[in-house]
């Protein structure tokens, strides 16, 4: 299980070159029971407090599309590559390095299988235990 990043005092950088070992990746595919997915994200619990805070690291290669509700509001910072997000009504968006994505509470999104990036996201809730190591 991932320590919660605040209980060390001061100034923590994690350098690029070492993010996929010091927070190793999820299979989101496993995770959802979606074998075809080939995505993979962790949850990063940044303090535990009343009103949590977690980072997280996620990736998407091309495979299979999936759905998610977000149940709070969630940002992404596409930091590689491109996603492409489909909405409820079938509105395509379409996000690259350097875009930041906004998702709001309880609206379901699709995440296109030919997506093919890197993001990194923040919310004001507790790390999901699916999505930790």
Do not use: C, W
């Not at 919660?4 to 923590?12: E, K």
């Not at 070992?21 to 496993?30: A, E, I, R, S, Y």
């Not at 075809?36 to 980072?55: A, F, W, Y």
């Not at 590559?81 to 379409?94: P, S, T």
């Amino acid at each position: 299980m991932t320590k919660v990043l605040s209980q060390t005092p001061g100034i923590q950088i994690f350098k690029a070159a070492d993010l996929d070992k010091t927070f190793p990746k999820l299979d989101v595919g496993t995770i959802i029971g979606q074998p075809g997915v080939n995505s993979k994200i962790v949850d990063v619990p940044v303090t535990e407090t009343s009103n949590p805070l977690t980072i997280g690291f996620f990736s998407m290669s091309p495979g299979e599309s999936f759905d998610f509700l977000y149940d709070v509001v969630e940002y992404k910072v596409v930091t590689k590559g491109k996603f492409v997000i489909l909405d409820k009504e079938g509105n395509r968006y379409e996000a690259e390095a350097g875009d930041v994505i906004l998702f709001s509470p309880d609206f379901p999104v699709v995440f296109d299988g030919e997506s093919d990036g890197e993001a990194i996201y923040s919310k004001h809730a507790a790390a999901l235990p699916a999505f930790m190591k």
